[in-house]
DNA sequence: CTACTATATTACCATACAGTATTTAATGAG
DNA sequence: CTCATTAAATACTGTATGGTAATATAGTAG
């Protein structure tokens, strides 16, 4: 299961791109992002946030090598670089799956 | 691949759990806990951090199901709920691989 | 050139949070 | 009982960071 070891240095990176994916506004970006390219303007509309706080987010993931971007005239076309992402929200949410039946199970056990 | 869809609030709560892998601190201690459980001074020795922050960090990691505690005369043991983590970080370093490798691409080619 | 649009950047504020010192609670030893 | 040990809780500080407003930069059109 383990074929990477987690050295102090790799933590911290893994822990960077985590950080990087544990906040919501985030994962919203990148979810609108499912479909394909989106400029910043549609990314702003599809979640709703504010326009400085989409680009300075779409700089940190570029930054993490989440998203790649692609300038064409006035528009900026960013895309998921890596769909990975979306395997780890899958799995992060079988984790919690578990995590609710387990409690279930401790709750009905009483 | 995408089973589960990102609702809003799962949204959230998907985030809530990728931010508490978002720290170095905390993948330490789960890596602690990889060949079973520990009491929190062996935490502490593992890792070198402090007692009280140690303690901060094993609450919230049990709060969100990352860890169980069972308790015995003047000590608990920690250990891990679901070790699904390693494969969350496992995936996360593919993430970095095929990052790095990406980025010495663009190197290359200039 | 000016005017307009899209994006990035800067500055600022408020909040969250990691870390630590200290205290409290619980258990066990003598 | 007292004293020591373990762990959790509390209080505090400094820093990081999300959000936003304002500004800057870049491209386009007229």
């Keep these: 299961m383990g074929k990477h070891k987690l050295t102090p240095e790799l933590m ?4 960077e791109r ?3 994916l544990g906040e919501p506004a985030r ?5 609108a992002m499912r ?6 303007t ?17 700089g940190l993931l570029h ?10 005239g006035l528009y900026v076309y960013y895309s998921l670089a890596d769909r990975n ?5 899958d799995l ?3 984790r919690v799956e578990t995590e609710t039946t387990a409690r279930k199970r401790v709750l009905a056990a009483r």
């Design 92 to 94: 992060m949410c079988t």
């Design 27 to 31: 994962l919203q970006i990148l979810d």
């Design 18 to 20: 985590f950080k990087a």
């Design 63 to 72: 930054g993490l090598g989440f998203v790649t971007r692609r300038k064409e």
């Design 42 to 58: 549609e990314l702003v509309d599809a979640t709703g946030l504010g326009q400085a706080n989409v680009s300075k987010h779409l």
């Design 35 to 40: 479909d394909g390219e989106a400029t910043v």
């Design 85 to 89: 992402v979306f395997r780890l929200c």
């Design 12 to 15: 911290d990176i893994i822990a």
